[in-house]
């Protein structure tokens, strides 16, 4: 999972050819536009590159602070099996930071200076994750709210024009599948359950859901980058085609689980053949990704921590690697 | 002293018969540590049976610019594909 | 569980008891070390070592289900394997003492994970051979895995070991802590012996020369000096524990214990 509102925070790129040679950047332009895939070597704009390095590391960055609202259930998981799938679903999203990491590599930066842009709190990360888990039932929205709004992002960054993105992405979105799934059937068992369990699904459907909503950015007319992003083919449809893919097919699902919506406006439109919601609270959405949420604190923090602990190990495994490469005879 | 692990590229042979593919890179101390990292970064799904890995420093690739140079002579040397040569359809097994 | 003062039990039906708490052990300490392992998965050292922690879990949970589930068959009174893992209090569980103990630093856990690793090696290789053919069977699975966690904790040991100062220190300093704790690794006991005499479970002498070669082999590589033997008879597999076990259920039972018969 996880992009979000990304490419949205940074200065307006310049747009291709400026500062390069024009017919470098017009021959550029002709090989996206017949779909040819740019590689790590290829000749870019420096825009572009700087785009897709903010994009990819804010997409890596949000996999491994996503580790994080699970994570916190992994020892309270209620059955062996749901403890297992958990591990694995999380481990998972480590696995996709790295993907992404590795895939931002080839653009010339380093891991260790992405990784040091998010603990010092310059580069932003999906602003879900500063919400926190509360109950078990959280588990279950994240998969399937969460996750489902990831994969209706993701989808299309498989065709991304940058073809370590695309090849990281269709890696994450293959591996992704049954972490909605999983996340559903949490939510399915919890609304047969008791009273109490289906009160914990509601109150779940009911802190998660516009978090999901907002997942896809701020709407159109204020999203800056949409229209230089498609040129380049990063990406492929807008914030607010992707939200109401997402509250189309998401709506049902809920109604499915006897669960509602939080949202007195909602309504089917039969003339548009689409859900219609009511507005969204922007200045929520700016207060979280300004670091106001209720957990930005304890996200970066968190990481910070495991990074800090972890340098002796580092410097100890770096270290025994020096002197096992000085224990060895030297090839000619 | 740094502490920042250099990067292994990772090439998995998905099952036997078939030869190992690139599919990313993970940081690694030493060699060892590579192995197991790339084990549990990219085989998580048993998507191979054999790794290797090899320090991204030491990998020599060509340049793009000489794209042209290195790749563009063999476009016009037809012939050296089958479908080049017009053989008479009775004629069978060639 | 209440042998002294109880009416002799026929021996058929105290085999029956000794096999499922042998095969409850077992499962125990897999629980109990995956349980710690979980608390790790996203504050690593490394987000590689996130992932290679999170499989090390996933295969001891993974075990932990299936000499669960054995057990509860071998019991025969319908529990199932959350049954046992989340309906019994600390008295009743029958991990090995190490496996319970705290994570501590990155170099704790892995001097914790390399003892066990060891153990379980000469274990699980030994159950190869049982006549209980279901027991040899989670065994050669499970030996494929701690195949794999020796060669992460072993190789980390070595590291960490053969390191800086700093971690030298560390582990050696671990090691030292947690060294108390191996004196319960090859002590028999009367499940032991009669698990023995069935031919379900191996004698324990040559398991115990062998994990202590293999001690000593990866000590020597890590520079690590081992410990003086430890006089203190730990008990954890017979449900005396440290003070951590009850703490670690509290937080992992806690939707069972709270939610009583719910479905999840």
């Known amino acids: 999972m996880y992009t979000q509102a990304l490419d949205t925070h940074g200065k307006e790129p310049l747009p291709a050819g400026a500062g390069s040679s024009a017919a470098l950047a017009q021959r550029f332009q002709e090989r996206i536009d017949v779909e040819e895939k740019i590689e790590p070597k290829s000749w870019m704009p420096d825009a572009y590159r700087q785009t897709l390095i903010r994009q990819i590391s804010q997409h890596a960055h949000s996999e491994i602070v996503g580790m994080l609202p699970e994570g916190n259930w992994i020892t309270r998981a209620p059955t062996l099996r749901r403890k297992a799938v958990l591990i694995a679903k999380v481990q998972d999203e480590g696995g996709h930071g790295m993907y992404l990491y590795s895939a931002a590599e080839t653009l010339g930066i380093a891991r260790a200076e992405m990784i040091e842009q998010l603990l010092s709190g310059a580069a932003r990360y999906s602003s879900i994750f500063n919400y926190p888990t509360l109950t078990w039932a959280d588990v279950g929205a994240i998969g399937w709210l969460v996750d489902g709004a990831a994969i209706m992002n993701q989808i299309p960054i498989c065709r991304c024009s940058y073809g370590p993105y695309a090849r990281a992405m269709v890696r994450i979105c293959k591996e992704e599948s049954f972490h909605q799934r999983q996340g559903f059937e949490i939510m399915l068992t919890l609304a047969q359950g008791s009273a109490a369990q289906r009160a914990m699904a509601q109150d779940a459907l009911q802190r998660w859901w516009w978090p999901s909503i907002m997942m896809f950015g701020p709407s159109d007319a204020d999203s800056k980058h949409t229209a230089q992003s498609m040129r380049w083919k990063i990406k492929r449809f807008s914030n607010d085609e992707l939200r109401q893919k997402f509250i189309d097919i998401t709506v049902p699902q809920a109604q499915f689980l006897g669960l509602t919506i939080p949202d007195p406006a909602l309504r089917w439109d039969e003339a548009a053949q689409h859900y219609l919601i009511g507005p969204i609270d922007w200045n929520e959405f700016h207060a979280v990704l300004a670091g106001h949420g209720p957990c930005n604190h304890e996200r970066l923090e968190a990481r910070r921590a495991a990074h800090e602990a972890g340098r002796w190990v580092r410097e100890a495994a770096a270290a025994h690697a020096a002197k096992e490469r000085s224990r060895q005879p030297q090839a000619a | ?94 | 569980m209440s042998a002294a003062g109880a009416a002799p039990q026929q021996p058929e039906a105290s085999s029956r008891a000794a096999h499922f708490r042998y095969v409850l052990r077992l499962g125990d300490t897999s629980l109990v070390l995956g349980q710690r392992l979980g608390e790790w998965v996203g504050h690593a050292p490394a987000l590689e070592e996130d992932l290679g922690l999170a499989n090390l879990a996933l295969d001891l949970i993974g075990q932990a289900r299936l000499f669960l589930t054995y057990a509860g068959e071998l019991e025969g009174r319908g529990r199932d394997e959350d049954a046992l893992a989340f309906l019994r209090d600390a008295p009743e569980f029958t991990n090995l003492t190490l496996a319970e103990q705290p994570n501590g630093d990155f170099g704790h856990t892995v001097v914790r994970q390399w003892l066990i690793d060891c153990w379980q090696l000469e274990i699980y290789e030994a159950l190869l051979a049982s006549t209980d053919a279901r027991l040899a069977a989670i065994a050669a699975k499970a030996l494929k895995e701690t195949r794999y966690h020796h060669r992460f904790s072993s190789g980390w040991l070595m590291r960490l070991g053969d390191g800086t100062d700093e971690s030298h220190a560390r582990v050696q300093r671990s090691l030292d802590s947690l060294w108390r704790f191996t004196s319960e690794l090859f002590a028999p006991d009367d499940v032991d012996e009669r698990m023995r005499a069935a031919g379900i479970a191996p004698a324990l002498a040559e398991p115990s020369s062998r994990w202590s070669s293999r001690v000593d082999e990866d000590l020597a590589a890590a520079t690590l000096v081992r410990p003086a033997a430890a006089p203190y008879p730990w008990h954890g597999r017979r449900g005396v524990h440290t003070e951590h076990l009850s703490h670690m259920l509290s937080e992992m039972q806690h939707l069972q214990r709270t939610y009583p018969g719910a479905r999840w």
Do not use: C
């Open chain 2, 1 to 94: 002293m740094s502490s920042d692990w250099p990067l292994f590229e990772v090439f998995i042979r998905s099952r036997s018969g078939l030869e190992h593919k690139h599919v990313g890179s993970v940081h690694a101390a030493d060699a060892r540590m590579a192995i197991e990292h790339a084990r549990d970064v990219y085989t998580r799904r048993q998507e191979g049976v054999s790794l290797w890995v090899v320090r991204s420093a030491d990998i020599v690739a060509s340049d793009p610019e000489e794209a042209d140079a290195l790749f563009e002579p063999a476009r016009d040397k037809v012939y050296r594909h089958p479908t080049f040569y017009a053989i008479p359809e009775e004629v069978k097994n060639l």
